[in-house]
T-cell receptor, first 112, second 112 residues
Framework: DQQVKQNSPSLSVQEGRISILNCDYT??????FLWYKKYPAEGPTFLIS?????DKNEDGRFTVFLNKSAKHLSLHIVPSQPGDSAVYFC???????????FGTGTRLQVFP | DTGVSQDPRHKITKRGQNVTFRCDPI?????LYWYRQTLGQGPEFLTY????????KSRLLSDRFSAERPKGSFSTLEIQRTEQGDSAMYLC??????????FGSGTRLTVV
């Protein structure tokens, strides 16, 4: 079963506008969530994370929001830049494990 | 330290052959992970080590797969009697006690 879901396989946004990438999870034992960015032929690069004790974490242009009751998190990128074009993966982990469970990714394209 | 290093970057092999991949983690990281990523999917956990001890293995890791980390530094992942379904990107990551989880660039395996 897919414990971490990214239901939008792709997203296209104009440069300067906001990009919103969504992620849903099913396992209530998850307590730490991460977003990774991936370019072709490279490994995933860590972007931002959030602990379940928080509902928001911000780092520059990137903000992650966590809604525990809805088991939903989102990544906001503002303003979006062409260099942000990549595949974004949401991942989750829990207290009882060290492994990351990834979603299937969302391909973001930022056009001029 | 240049991060997590994986070798080779690409491997093409004939079905039935054995292949071995190497991963050199960030030197101070005590945990090392192997993931596999196929087209259109997120990375899937295979196994992880804390120092030289292999602590968890996924059901994805059939008996044709074996991983070692003999001295708690670099790790190898061997696939015996490769099948076309083994074609994927094999990703290695390392962390210090689960923090600063960093991925390598991966080894792309093509079984023909």
């Amino acid at each position: 079963d897919q414990q971490v879901k990214q239901n939008s396989p792709s997203l296209s946004v104009q440069e300067g506008r906001i990009s919103i990438l969504n992620c849903d999870y099913t396992n209530s034992m998850f307590d730490y969530f991460l977003w990774y960015k991936k370019y072709p032929a490279e490994g995933p690069t860590f972007l931002i994370s959030i602990s379940s004790i928080k509902d928001k974490n911000e780092d520059g242009r990137f903000t992650v929001f966590l809604n525990k009751s809805a088991k939903h998190l989102s990544l906001h990128i503002v303003p979006s830049q062409p260099g942000d074009s990549a595949v974004y993966f949401c991942a989750a982990t829990g207290l009882d494990t060290d492994k990351l469970i990834f979603g299937t990714g969302t391909r973001l394209q930022v056009f001029p | 330290d240049t991060g997590v290093s994986q070798d080779p970057r690409h491997k093409i092999t004939k079905r039935g052959q054995n292949v071995t991949f190497r991963c050199d983690p960030i030197s101070e990281h005590n945990r090392l992970y192997w993931y596999r990523q196929t087209l259109g999917q997120g990375p899937e956990f295979l196994t992880y080590f804390q120092n030289e001890a292999q602590l968890e293995k996924s059901r994805l890791l059939s008996d044709r797969f074996s991983a070692e980390r003999p001295k708690g530094s670099f790790s190898t992942l061997e696939i015996q009697r490769t099948e076309q379904g083994d074609s994927a990107m094999y990703l290695c990551a390392s962390s210090l006690d689960g923090v600063d989880y960093t991925f390598g660039s991966g080894t792309r395996l093509t079984v023909v």
